[in-house]
């Protein structure tokens, strides 16, 4: 499609528009035959009416200068400048502030509503926990998110509909809304974009990413409401001041995004690692209790196979307190016979500052066969394979 630039009664370049555009110009007395106008190839501006066969207009009305008088050829307007659209990550640096500031206008307001309803009280806190909230909770649950989608429609669409042409994210990274011919955004315009985007959200973002696949940065929503987003100076008396590179702003913001990820991953990964890590120790805890016991298991088996009883805690080195001499974990041992008949020695955990040892009880017991078998109270998954249940 050829995109036509064309020079106004103030001899100011406006455009790019279609040739159809072009020719609607015309018929609508906007512009005239004699108006400048420009398009790729050409080496420079030139009168509207060279181009009748091309645009199929009516036949070029002849001029005839007045008496006396000359027709002063009007200075050609520069070259156009190219208009700059704004791609992917200013785009999404954008949105990304805006998200922000709605994010937190909306919790803002809903913390506030909780602390009057919490001080009138007309809620409990504790009904937020509850994991049965009441009708009144989730109808003003629903009333909240709909309050929200309204408050960020009024915000895109007066934003984008206003002078600035920009929300609050955009004007942050120098880029705005326009129509497809560089016109500011009538409020219906802007209401239509916002809600085809979404479109965009639906197609599970899939449209948002077409603003860095498409000729001119459209996303899918854009592509729907006729809209282009630029940088703030295309379409101006100034656009040479366009620029391409990402702005400050822009580099904050992804910058943001980037450190807030890396933060959410080491998160995932330590709720992974931790437990796993934890799980660990306490094996390894486990472990040097039951290192902490070889002793006491060999004497208390070599009297039970020399006497033919149990043996007592002085028969095996527990002291009159339940201690074991050079034992860092064991809090209190005792030995004796079982519920069963069984000898056996009793271990309970102690030095760890883990709730999930400390306290926990080890139980050794000779079988008939004069083996041990090992049991706990604690989990499964922390003990050594002979002592599972």
């Not at 998200?99 to 937020?128: C, H, K, P």
């Not at 915000?155 to 016109?183: C, D, F, M, N, P």
């Not at 209790?289 to 070889?294: F, K, L, P, R």
């Not at 060999?298 to 039970?304: G, N, P, V």
Request: glycine share 10%; proline share 4%; net charge negative.
């Amino acid at each position: 499609m050829t995109n036509w630039h064309y020079a106004d009664a103030d001899q100011q370049q406006q455009g790019p528009v279609s040739t159809e555009a072009l020719a609607a110009l015309l018929r609508s007395g906007a512009i005239q035959q004699d108006t400048l106008v420009w398009r790729e190839g050409m080496a420079q501006w030139a009168p509207l009416r060279e181009f009748v066969a091309e645009l199929a207009l009516p036949p070029p009305v002849p001029v005839v200068p007045a008496a006396g008088s000359g027709i002063a050829a009007a200075a050609a307007p520069r070259k156009p400048v190219e208009i700059v659209y704004a791609g992917f990550w200013r785009r999404w640096a954008a949105l990304f502030i805006d998200q922000l500031i709605l994010g937190l206008a909306f919790y803002f307001v809903v913390f506030v509503l909780i602390v009057v309803a919490t001080v009138g009280g007309w809620m409990n806190l504790e009904a937020l926990d509850s994991e049965h909230p009441s009708p009144t909770l989730i109808l003003a649950y629903i009333g909240l998110m709909l309050l929200y989608y309204a408050a960020a429609g009024t915000y895109y669409i007066l934003s984008e509909s206003s002078g600035h042409q920009a929300t609050l994210g955009k004007r942050a990274v120098g880029i705005k809304v326009v129509g497809l011919h560089g016109q500011r955004l009538q409020p219906g315009q802007a209401a239509g974009r916002w809600f085809a985007a979404s479109l965009s959200y639906l197609s599970l973002y899939i449209g948002f990413a077409m603003a860095g696949l498409t000729e001119r940065k459209q996303a899918l929503h854009d592509m729907v409401a006729s809209t282009l987003v630029v940088d703030r100076w295309a379409y101006t008396d100034f656009p040479e001041r366009q620029q391409r590179g990402l702005g400050g702003c822009a580099v904050v913001a992804i910058a943001g995004v980037v450190i807030m990820i890396g933060i959410v991953v080491i998160g995932i990964l330590a709720a992974i690692a931790l437990p796993a890590y934890n799980t660990y120790r306490q094996r390894a805890g486990i472990g040097q209790v039951v290192a902490e016991t070889t002793g006491l298991r060999s004497k208390a088996l070599e009297y039970h196979m020399q006497n033919q009883r149990c043996a007592d805690d002085a028969a095996v080195g527990i002291d009159d307190n339940g201690q074991v001499a050079g034992a860092m974990h064991i809090a209190r041992a005792q030995a004796g016979s079982f519920e069963g008949g069984n000898c056996g020695l009793e271990v309970t955990l102690g030095g760890f500052n883990d709730a999930k040892l400390d306290g926990h009880k080890l139980w050794w017991e000779i079988t008939p066969d004069r083996t041990w078998k090992c049991s706990s109270d604690i989990e499964d998954d922390r003990l050594p394979a002979n002592c599972r249940g």
